[in-house]
C-alpha cells in the first residue's frame, strides 16, 4: 500500500489541474453556473479534493516529513485551508440586501436580526462625480439591542458573526445593496490557515536539511561566474516635414500658446488634470505617438479644435488591416479625416456590419476626432451653475471665443494672455467651490512632466536588443568555453541601476498623477514588473557575476516595457474604484509581480540550457557544456523557491482582500482559478525529492520552459480569452 501512496498523491493534483483548466473553458463556453455547479463545487470535485488531501498527507508521514517541522506546517496550512473552504461551503450563508430609505426593516438571512437604512450618501473626488467611496449606515435590531453601524466598500460592519458589506447603491441615491455573510467558523479556519502558510514558507527558507539548504551550499554556487559583454544600440530618427504654423495657410496655433492652453484645467476621464493629458492622450491615440511631425500633442488638439478644416486631409489617423485600408482607399498605415467618408457614405460601415475589429477601431479614432470638434470631448472646468451668479457662468464661454476670435485675427500675445487669465479664474472659482485646489500645484506640474516623457518605446526597444545581443553573446561564449572583461559587467549593472532609476522616478510620478500606488492596471503592472526585474537582476548579478542573468534581465525589461507599450495608446491615469482602494491591492499585485519575475528568470535559464545542449548534441559532445547547465539547474531551483512562495502569498492576500470587499474570498473566477493552477505546476519540481526526474537538468529545464506558459495565459489570456472580473488586470 505504502509504495502506491506517491503516485496516487501526485496523479490527483495532476488530475486536480486538470479539472481546473477544463472548468474553465466551460465556463466560457456554457456559464459560470454550469462550472461553479458540475465542476468547482460538484460533489466529486469535492471528493477529489479530499482524496488528494488525505493521500498527500499519508504520504507526507510515510516519508516522516514531520521531523521537519516547517515542511510539516507548509502542507498542514493547506490542509486547514481546506478545510476552512470545506466547512464555508457546508454551512456559510450568503445573501444580498436591497434596502431604501424609509423603507420597513428587513430581516436578515433567517435570523431574528432587522435591517433597516438610516442613511445612505456617496463621496465624490474633489472637483468630479466621480465615487471615491460610498457609505451606509444601517439599524440593526433584535430581540436584545439595537445597534447603528456604518458600512462602506473595504469597510465592513459586523454584528453576531454576520458581516455586511457594501456592494452598490441605487442612482438616485436613496437606496444601496448590502452583502450579507454568515461563516463564523470557516472564515476562522481559512484565515489561520493563511497565518500557518505564511510562517510555515518563512520558516522553510531557514530550515536545515532541505532541498532548499542543499542548493544553497551546493559547490556549483561559488563558481556560478559568467562573464558578459556590452551591446548598444541607437535609434535613428526620421526627418520629418514641417507643418506651417504662420502665415495665412497655417494649421495649428504658436507653441507657446499651445503651452498655456495646455495649463487649463479640463474634467476628463471622470477627473480633473491639465489639458495637456488630454492632448497627449488624443495625439496617441490618432497617431500612434504624443506628437505629430513637429508638433507638439497640445498643437495637435489645437490644430484639430481651431482649425478643422485644414486638417481634414492630414494623414494622422493611423489604420490597420488591409481591408480598411481598402475600403478607405488609401495605401499607407495614415488616413486622413476625408478618406472616410466619400459620394455621400460612411466607408467603414461595411466592414463594422461585419464584426471587423479593426475597423472598429478606425471607427472609434473617426469619432474621437468628432467628439472633439463638436465640444463633447473638450470639458474646461468651469464651477456647478448654482454656486456661480450669471455673469460668472457666461466668462469661460465668452473667453474662449475671444481666444479663437485672437488666433483668426494673428494676435497671439493676447490670446496667450487670455488663456492664463482663464487658468487663474479656474483656480480662483475652485478654492471658492471646495475651499481648496481639488488638484495641487504639485500633482499638476507632476501630471504636465509625465506627459513629457514618451519613455516606453525607446527604453523597450534598447533593454531588448541588449538583451538579445547578450543572450546571443552567452550562448557563443559558452559554446566556446571563454569568458569576456568582467569591466564590461560592471558597466551593465551600471546601466541597468540608471534604468531602475529612472523608472523609479516615473513610477513615483505617475503615483503622484494618480493619488494612489500605481498598480491598478495591466500597463501599470508591467512597468512594475520591468522595475522588479532590474532590481531582482542587480542584486543577481552583484552576487554572482553571471551574463546570463544581466542578458535575462534586459530581456524581460524589454519584453515588459514592450506590453505595457501596447495599451498606451488609450487613456491611462483614472481614479480608482473604490472597491480597489486597499492598501491589500498594492501587496497583492507588487507581490505575485515579483514571483512572476522570478519565473521568468528561470524560463530563459531553461532557455539558454536547451540551447547548449542542442549544441552539445549536435556537435556529437554529449558532455560539453554540462557543468554550465548544471550551474543554470542551480540557480533557477534557488529562484524556484521565494518565486513559488511569493506566488502562493499573494494569491491569499488576494484571497483576504476579497473577503474584506465582497464577502467571499474564493469565487472561482477563471484568473483566481488560472493563478491556482499556476501554483500548482510550479509546486512539482520543488519536490524533487519525491520526483528523481526533476533532478535531471535537461527535464527540469524543459519543464520550467513548458511552464511559463501558464504565467503568460494568467496574466495575458485569461484577459482577453476567458474574461472575468480581473479581466481589467
Known amino acids: 500500500m505504502n509504495r502506491y501512496l506517491r503516485p496516487v498523491a501526485f496523479s490527483l493534483m495532476g488530475l486536480i489541474v ?55 506546517l507548509l502542507h498542514l496550512s493547506f490542509v486547514i485551508i481546506l478545510l476552512g473552504a470545506m466547512v464555508t461551503h457546508l454551512f456559510g450563508e450568503q445573501d444580498q440586501l436591497h434596502l431604501r430609505l424609509g423603507q420597513e426593516p428587513k430581516q436578515v438571512l433567517n435570523s431574528d436580526i432587522q ?6 450618501h456617496p463621496d465624490y473626488y474633489p472637483g468630479t462625480h466621480a465615487p471615491m467611496d460610498f457609505s ?42 448590502l452583502t450579507v455573510s454568515h461563516d463564523p467558523w470557516g472564515i476562522g479556519i481559512t484565515y489561520t490557515g493563511y497565518a500557518l502558510l505564511l510562517v510555515s514558507m518563512i520558516g522553510f527558507l531557514f530550515q536545515s536539511r532541505t532541498r532548499f539548504e542543499q542548493l544553497l551550499h551546493s559547490p556549483l554556487l561559488k563558481v556560478l561566474v559568467l562573464a558578459v559583454s556590452l551591446f548598444g544600440s541607437t535609434g535613428l530618427s526620421a526627418k520629418t516635414t514641417p507643418l506651417p504654423v504662420k502665415g495665412p495657410d497655417k494649421m495649428t496655433i504658436q507653441r507657446p500658446v499651445a503651452a498655456s492652453m495646455g495649463e487649463l484645467y479640463v474634467y476628463y476621464n471622470n477627473r480633473l488634470c491639465p489639458l495637456s493629458t488630454l492632448a497627449n492622450d488624443f495625439c496617441t491615440k490618432l497617431y500612434g505617438k504624443p506628437r505629430y511631425r513637429n508638433l507638439t500633442a497640445e498643437q495637435v488638439l489645437a490644430g484639430w479644435f481651431f482649425y478643422y478644416e485644414r486638417w481634414l486631409h492630414e494623414p494622422i489617423i493611423k489604420v490597420k488591416g488591409d481591408e480598411v485600408r481598402h475600403a478607405l482607399h488609401i495605401d499607407g498605415k495614415y488616413a486622413s479625416l476625408s478618406d472616410f467618408t466619400g459620394k455621400g457614405i460612411y466607408r467603414l460601415d461595411p466592414l463594422i456590419g461585419e464584426g471587423n475589429r479593426n475597423a472598429m477601431a478606425a471607427d472609434e479614432k473617426f469619432q474621437l476626432v468628432s467628439m472633439l470638434c463638436t465640444g463633447t470631448l473638450l470639458h474646461l472646468w468651469c464651477p456647478p451653475a448654482d454656486s456661480v451668479n450669471q455673469d460668472e457662468a457666461l466668462y469661460l464661454t465668452q473667453a474662449m471665443n475671444h481666444v479663437a476670435w485672437c488666433l483668426t485675427q494673428g494676435r497671439n500675445q493676447e490670446a496667450n494672455r487670455t488663456l492664463i487669465a482663464i487658468r487663474q479664474w479656474q483656480r480662483e472659482q475652485m478654492v471658492k467651490t471646495y475651499g481648496l485646489l481639488p488638484v495641487s500645484d504639485t500633482r499638476f506640474r507632476a501630471e504636465q512632466c509625465y506627459n513629457n516623457l514618451p519613455y516606453t518605446r525607446p527604453l523597450a526597444m534598447g533593454c531588448a536588443t541588449i538583451g538579445l545581443l547578450l543572450f546571443i553573446v552567452c550562448c557563443w561564449l559558452i559554446a566556446k568555453g571563454k569568458t569576456i572583461s568582467v569591466y564590461a559587467h560592471y558597466i551593465l549593472v551600471f546601466l541597468m541601476a540608471l534604468i531602475g532609476l529612472f523608472l523609479t522616478f516615473v513610477l513615483a510620478l505617475r503615483g503622484v498623477v494618480s493619488g494612489h500606488v500605481p498598480l491598478s492596471n495591466g500597463f501599470e503592472t508591467m512597468q512594475f514588473l520591468a522595475w522588479v526585474t532590474a532590481l531582482v537582476s542587480i542584486v543577481l548579478a552583484c552576487r554572482r557575476r553571471s551574463g546570463l542573468v544581466l542578458a535575462s534581465g534586459y530581456l524581460i525589461m524589454g519584453m515588459t516595457l514592450m506590453v505595457s507599450m501596447f495599451s498606451s495608446s488609450n487613456p491611462q491615469i483614472t481614479l480608482l474604484m473604490p472597491v480597489l482602494q486597499s492598501p491589500l491591492l498594492t501587496l497583492h499585485v507588487a507581490v505575485i509581480m515579483v514571483a512572476y519575475c522570478l519565473l521568468a528568470f528561470c524560463m530563459l535559464n531553461g532557455m539558454m540550457a536547451l540551447l547548449l545542449y542542442a549544441h552539445a548534441r549536435l556537435t556529437h559532445q554529449p ?13 533557477s531551483n534557488l529562484l524556484l523557491y521565494p518565486a513559488l512562495f511569493c506566488l502562493t502569498t499573494g494569491i491569499f492576500i488576494g484571497a483576504v482582500w476579497a473577503n474584506i470587499s465582497w464577502g467571499r474570498y474564493w469565487g472561482w473566477d477563471p484568473k483566481e482559478v488560472w493563478a491556482l493552477v499556476t501554483m500548482l505546476l510550479y509546486a512539482l519540481p520543488i519536490h524533487s525529492n519525491s520526483l528523481p526526474f526533476m533532478r535531471r537538468p535537461i527535464v527540469f529545464h524543459t519543464y520550467m520552459v513548458a511552464a511559463f506558459a501558464a504565467v503568460l495565459f494568467t496574466y495575458f489570456g485569461v484577459n482577453y480569452l476567458l474574461g472575468g472580473m480581473h479581466s481589467y488586470a
Not at 470535485?45 to 521531523?67: D, E, H, P
Open 18 to 72: 486538470v479539472l481546473l483548466i477544463v472548468a474553465t473553458v466551460c465556463e466560457k463556453a456554457v456559464s459560470t453556473e454550469f462550472a461553479v455547479r458540475y465542476f468547482y463545487t460538484a460533489p466529486w470535485t469535492i471528493a477529489l479534493w479530499a482524496a488528494a488531501t488525505v493521500s498527500g498527507m499519508a504520504y507526507l508521514f510515510q516519508c516522516k516529513m514531520y521531523r521537519q517541522v516547517m515542511t510539516c
Open 115 to 120: 435591517i433597516s437604512l438610516l442613511d445612505f
Open 136 to 177: 451606509s449606515r444601517i439599524l440593526l435590531t433584535d430581540n436584545r439591542q439595537t445597534t447603528e453601524n456604518e458600512v462602506s466598500m473595504n469597510h465592513i460592519a459586523t454584528y453576531r458573526h454576520y458581516r455586511f458589506y457594501q456592494s452598490r447603491y441605487d442612482t438616485d441615491g436613496q437606496g444601496t445593496t
Open 623 to 635: 558532455k560539453q557544456h554540462q557543468d554550465a547547465i548544471e550551474r543554470l539547474h542551480l540557480l
